[in-house]
């Protein structure tokens, strides 16, 4: 009985004092003409006259704003990560930007025809929820991350907007769809078409060709890491940015590891990219 005694104190030792919470929101939004939802974590002791640092995580291609928080678990881990003080406390919005049927729901984080969400992202929703959860405010506070097609969302808007965040961090990224060798294209120009054209149109090895020294400088001002697989099909791309970057003299992290293009790689991937963020933070 003592043993089992000792065991039960050492479990429950093991788990965090504190705990946060996920509380589901949304925004009407007139981009779009609809109602996105979206998850917000807060952390333990959460006080809205207190001001967050604050992290986007995106989801990927098919998922919605759930999943960080269902398949990916991320509330232990960020849980975990704040008790051990290997992060600040932090906001964490989960915007929704698709859903499962991808050739009727609309997917994806680029301006495309019938479905302008950077504009929406960045004209709307970042300004409403961070004034409304008291975080950010500005590039020194504020991080993107993401999965797949959140992945390369994350690089496309932290290129595009280099002014906005602290850090990016791409997990298994979608970067670009040329001559459609990721995800064949169907001919239908159904929202399946649409957001693999988007993909391609706003590619991030491309806009690397195409910078010029004043946007490589402002590159420079974020803090890049790339994380994928050594069997995850995107492999290849996203090496072959991080080498664009090398070439360019603008640092980023780079780590392949042991796993494929899964919720597995990601929910450990987390444990590395929220570190990151808060390391850049200032």
């Known amino acids: 009985m003592k043993q089992f005694l000792s065991l039960m104190v050492l479990a429950l030792a093991a788990l965090p004092l504190n705990a946060g919470k996920i509380v589901t929101d949304s925004i009407d939004s007139k981009t779009l003409g609809a109602e996105v939802k ?10 809205a006259d207190c001001d967050y640092p604050v992290v986007y995580l995106l989801h990927g291609l098919s998922d919605t704003y759930t999943a960080w928080q269902i398949r990916g678990n991320m509330q232990t881990v960020v849980d975990e990560l704040i008790a051990s003080g290997e992060i600040v406390p932090m906001v964490i919005i989960m915007p929704n930007a698709g859903g499962p049927d991808v050739n009727n729901t609309w997917n994806g984080y ?4 019938g479905w302008n969400y950077e504009d929406f992202f960045f004209g709307e929703f970042l300004p409403a929820v961070e004034k409304k959860y008291n ?5 020194e506070e ?8 959140g992945g390369g969302g994350s690089v496309v808007y932290a290129q595009r907007h280099p002014d906005m965040f602290s850090s990016c961090y791409a997990m298994s990224a979608w ?3 040329k001559e459609n060798e990721v995800y064949k294209t169907p001919k239908e120009k159904n929202q399946l078409w649409y957001v693999r054209e988007a993909v391609k149109e706003h590619s991030a090895l491309d806009f690397l060709d195409n910078a010029d020294q ?27 940015f991080h080498m664009k970057m090398r070439a360019l003299k603008v640092h980023s992290e780079f780590r392949v590891r042991n796993g494929v293009h899964n919720w597995e790689y990601w929910h450990l991937a987390l444990r590395l990219s929220l570190p990151f963020a808060s390391r850049n933070f200032d």
């Open 38 to 47: 979206y998850n917000v974590y807060l952390p333990d002791g959460y006080k």
């Open 110 to 113: 680029f301006n495309m025809p």
């Open 135 to 139: 975080c950010g405010g500005s590039k």
């Open 142 to 149: 504020r991080a993107v991350m993401g999965l797949s097609m």
């Open 175 to 177: 970067l670009d769809n």
């Open 214 to 240: 004043a946007t490589l400088e402002k590159l420079r001002s974020v803090a890049w890491f790339i994380d994928c697989g050594d069997d995850d099909f995107l492999l290849q791309m996203n090496m072959d």
